[in-house]
């Protein structure tokens, strides 16, 4: 078989020489006949009619001979594409739109696709991913799965039989390392010592743990780095390996460095490093004591296991429903409701699968409504252009082309300028990929969005362009080769009709229009959103603050140093120039985390909610929160029983009286008031006021077991930045080894907490403004092709009488109706919309008076320019010149 | 081939079936189909080309520029190994069809 598809081939490149030569043989044959045909005593031209008689018609028998060399609908394709590809050129300006239009439309859904993609297909740089499961609680309550799991309830599901191994691990653990210079903070991973040998990732140089070690204390202290700490922190010195690092104060030996693309189990969260179980006690007080291996109640692990052969994930999952069931019996009072949950591992956390599953619905909504403007422009410019072409397809069909053969041509074309667009939207997704990678999420554990493209995503564009060009395509393709020869070979265009009022292209145009105002409506709410949220009043002054953050704990210290050290820090912070108040908080206010927890006002019975902050003195100055009534705390007095709360709480938990002096009860302590101040944003810039309870930081330094450690801010003379140098010198000077991290300005810390008004109107004004520049082009396309084909019309009515200002009218009047119909259809469509947007927007009613007023303005303005171009070269029409090009 | 009033395919055999007596051009062989068929088979003699191409296409035949018997350059067509295979199959296939056909007309 191949070798005749070789020898097609051959024949097919030599296509011209072999042509040659068939001619010259059926010419020999010709001739041949005619000199047969004389010496029987005919007459030269009667014999050489009778031999071509006899011959049939040569150009015919060739052109079927090509055929058997290589097959018609190939070489066909060939010739369509080089006649596509010349139309394309010979037409610049359409085919930029049309190319512009899809190539829009594909990026979006490519780079919602390739999203999906990550989130989807991810897999694990390790050994044989596909047997490698993730293992977590599920909450039978509510079927939410991707829970941690405690230390016994993995113990007991390591027997299971399905799996070859199990190991446990927390990813979330933070230490500070020193290596030559200043320590940093990273964020590691503590798990079983069978941890490597379970997981399988390659290693750049050195091995793992020693799986045969216990998990229990007395081994000696391990580490294995991952390959950018060891670039960025141990420069790649390759003899680190068996040499010790520190690691809290810790002397660690490095067992070896993972190869680089291994950063743990969590698709999300990065991991720096991996220490074994047994440093639980030694590494870090980071409220995960011993007692942490035996108690049933403490989730706190996370477990992968790798499954035996033959055994499958449903069959994994089967055996762990028996245990756990059989753990529910045996331990009600901690085991109730748990279940355990099985899947492949390198997924997205199945608690945070739903979150992500939302807002990607939101994405691809979006990014499908700017595809199908998209690809309504692209039909409108084909249509357009197959009526220009009526009356050359009209020849074709009269002198005898086929029809599909001609539909084939037109598809060819609009697949053509499809893919050019594919091959467009692919470079925007590739750049919109690469900008969503290196969005900073505010929150200071270690996030990974970058997204990789791979072939998957270059596969979806191009076959979402294939299908664009098709869909889109044929309808024009149809429409333009519907024979009705005799009209347009006489250039009859009334037989169409100037002014169809449902024809298809106006109702694509109305289509459009409707959608372009549902995305800008969304786009003018987010905007106002984003404007709402800048000047949502923080409750704060939030001007010339600067904050770091340090956590004494990773270096183990007692509480009386810790105490001391934090004392020694605020004290010497204060007096340096430019400070006017310095002080302490467990947790920076706009920080998305923190600690939240239940109090009860005396006399109530169900408790309240309220966020948790431990404070040193100064801070209600620090942050400029208005102290309405009452007294800050006092340095030095030790005062475990007072708090200070908000004027949220107080209303909520007293209304209508006088908080002060009064009492709580708070984790079984009686807590009296002692001061009420001004609601404050805490956590989110756009959370409605939050009832928050201040505690005296003092307290808390007894053993602080915040993941964020301490907060130290400052209320600084001038640029709040400016003062980063002389803090970190007087903090290494009072201990050097302690890691400094998180330093930022409010102004920042506020900026930051903007991320999400901000992407949601970046997101959403980029897909209106699109949208808009795609109906811009539809309506004017639109209007003009109409202008262009009432020529003869226009001249007529010009030429009886009709003042410019009338035409110029007649054709915005056609323009703006189909505007104006759209813009209806899509006001009442937002109208509809606005449940679910009211749930991501800040302090802006879905139906804003405001953005619903000016953006239909604008639009109808935008089209109104759009149309006034055609309508002006129309007015302008010189009669006789109109009257006579027809 | 369409437009020939022949079972599809059967030129081809025919084709094949004239070479076996030696190498020939297009000429000679549309003149020896006429002959043998006693210009029965009305074939027109341009369609016999597409055929010669498809033949050579598939391996079954082989052409090469000659001299005729009137010295005029010429295609030359002989038959090759795999073409006297193609025939044998063909011609026995083709005895099954007329068979066939003949019994179903009650001429058998």
Not at chain 1, 505 to 510: A, D, F, Y
């Amino acid at each position: 078989m191949l070798w005749r598809w070789r020898r097609r081939l051959r024949y097919w490149l030599h296509r011209d020489e072999r042509a040659r030569l068939l001619r010259e043989e059926m010419a020999s044959h010709l001739e041949l006949k005619t000199q047969e045909l004389m010496e029987d005593g005919m007459a030269e031209q009667d014999a050489r009619n009778a031999a071509r008689r006899q011959f049939g018609n040569p150009t015919a028998r060739q052109e079927e001979s090509r055929d058997t060399w290589l097959a018609r609908w190939l070489s066909d394709l060939i010739q369509d594409t080089t006649f596509a590809a010349r139309t394309i050129r010979k037409q610049p300006g359409f085919a930029t739109l049309a190319v512009l239009s899809a190539a829009l439309g594909i990026g979006a859904c490519s780079l919602v696709f390739s999203i999906a993609n990550f989130a989807l297909f991810h897999t694990l740089p390790v050994r044989d991913p596909s047997r490698l499961t993730s293992i977590s609680n599920l909450d039978l309550r509510d079927g939410r799965a991707g829970r941690s799991m405690t230390y016994p309830d993995f113990a007991d599901l390591h027997q299971a039989a399905s799996f070859q191994d199990m190991t446990a691990y927390f990813a979330f653990l933070p230490a500070s390392i020193a290596g030559g210079a200043e320590p940093q903070r990273y964020w590691g991973t503590i798990a079983t010592a069978n941890y490597f040998d379970v997981i399988r990732p390659s290693f750049a140089i050195g091995h793992g743990f020693d799986a045969a070690s216990d998990d229990r204390k007395g081994e000696s202290p391990v580490v294995v780095l991952s390959y950018p700490l060891w670039q960025s922190r141990f420069a790649g010195n390759a003899a680190i390996v068996g040499n010790t690092i520190e690691l809290n104060g810790l002397k660690v030996t490095v067992a070896g460095v993972t190869s680089p693309g291994f950063r743990g189990v969590e698709s999300m969260f990065l991991s720096d490093f991996w220490v074994p179980f047994s440093m639980l006690d030694t590494l870090a007080d980071v409220g995960m004591r011993g007692e942490r291996l035996t108690d049933r109640g403490s989730s706190w692990l996370s477990a992968a296991g790798r499954l035996r052969d033959g055994a499958s994930v449903a069959a994994a999952a089967a055996e762990l429903d028996v245990i756990g069931r059989r753990l529910s019996a045996a331990w009600p009072a901690t085991n109730r409701d748990r279940g355990f949950h099985v899947e492949r591992a390198g997924q997205l956390n199945p608690g945070m699968r739903r979150m992500i599953v939302v807002f990607f619905n939101l994405l691809l909504a979006v990014s499908l409504l700017v595809l199908c403007t998209a690809c309504a422009n692209v039909a409108n410019l084909l249509l357009a252009r197959a009526s220009a072409r009526q009356k050359e397809i009209a020849t074709r069909l009269a002198i005898g082309a086929g029809r599909g053969r001609l539909v084939r041509q037109l598809l060819t074309e609009s697949v053509m300028l499809a893919l050019m667009g594919g091959v467009a939207g692919y470079a925007i997704t590739r750049a919109g990929g690469a900008a969503i990678g290196s969005v900073r999420v505010p929150l200071s554990l270690p996030v990974d969005f970058s997204i990789a493209l791979d072939y998957r995503v270059m596969l979806f564009s191009m076959a979402l362009a294939a299908l664009t060009g098709v869909t889109f395509g044929l309808v024009p393709a149809l429409r333009a080769t519907r024979p009705n020869l005799t009209g347009a070979l006489k250039d009859e265009r009334a037989s169409i009709g100037p002014w169809r009022r449902f024809g298809l292209r106006n109702i694509l145009v109305v289509a459009q229009v409707a959608i372009c105002m549902v995305l800008l409506l969304c786009s003018g709410l987010f905007l106002r959103s984003l404007q709402s949220a800048g000047n949502i009043d923080t409750g704060m002054a939030h001007r010339n603050v600067l904050m770091l953050a340090f956590d004494p704990s990773l270096n183990r210290y007692s509480p009386d140093d810790t105490r001391r050290i934090v004392d020694d820090i605020l004290t010497r912070t204060r007096v340096l120039p430019g400070v006017e108040s310095a002080s302490l908080t467990s947790a920076a206010p706009l920080n998305m985390e923190g600690t939240q927890n239940g109090f009860t006002a005396g006399g109530q019975k169900t408790a309240i909610i309220a966020d948790i902050y431990s404070v040193s003195p100064g801070f209600f100055d620090t942050f400029g929160i208005r102290m309405i009534q009452g007294e800050d705390f006092r340095p030095g007095v030790p005062a475990d029983d007072i708090a200070i709360v908000n004027q949220a709480l107080a209303d909520k938990a007293f209304p209508k009286q006088n908080p002060i002096g009064r009492t709580i009860s708070y984790l079984g302590r009686t807590v009296r008031i002692a001061a009420l101040v001004a609601t404050a944003k805490a956590r989110t810039i756009g959370e409605d006021p939050h009832p928050c309870l201040y505690f005296p930081i003092a307290r808390e330094l007894r053993g602080n077991d915040s993941l964020t450690g301490i907060t130290l801010a400052l209320r600084t003379r001038g640029n709040p930045a400016s003062y980063t140098t002389a803090v970190r010198h007087t903090i290494a000077r009072i201990d050097p080894s302690l890691a400094v991290f998180d330093v930022r300005t409010m102004d920042a810390q506020i900026a930051k907490a903007m991320f999400l008004p901000r992407v949601s109107a970046a997101l959403f004004g980029l897909a209106g403004l699109m949208g808009l520049l795609i109906s811009t082009v539809g309506i004017y396309g639109v209007i003009s092709f109409s202008v262009a084909r009432q020529t003869k019309d226009i001249g007529i009515r010009v030429a009886l009488g009709a003042r410019r200002g009338q035409v110029l009218g007649m054709v915005l009047r056609q323009g703006l109706t189909l505007t104006l119909a759209g813009s209806a259809i899509g006001l009442a469509a937002a109208m509809a919309l606005s449940r679910i947007t009211a749930s991501l927007l800040y302090g802006v009613s879905p139906t804003d008076t405001l953005t619903f007023a000016a953006v239909p303005a604008a639009l109808l303005t935008i089209a109104a320019v759009a149309c006034l171009v055609p309508a002006r070269r129309a007015a302008r029409l010189d009669p006789i010149r109109a009257l006579r090009c027809e | 081939m369409g437009k020939n009033d022949l079972l599809p395919g059967t030129l081809d055999m025919m084709v094949l079936k004239t070479l076996t007596r030696g190498a020939m051009h297009g000429y000679a062989i549309a003149q020896l189909l006429k002959q043998l068929s006693e210009d029965i088979l009305q074939v027109e003699e341009g369609s016999l080309y597409p055929a010669l191409q498809r033949l050579e296409l598939n391996g079954w035949i082989e052409g090469e520029w000659g001299l005729s018997a009137n010295n005029r350059r010429a295609r030359m067509y002989k038959l090759t190994p795999a073409g006297r295979k193609t025939l044998a199959s063909e011609t026995a296939r083709y005895r099954q069809m007329t068979g066939a056909v003949a019994r179903v007309m009650g001429m058998a």
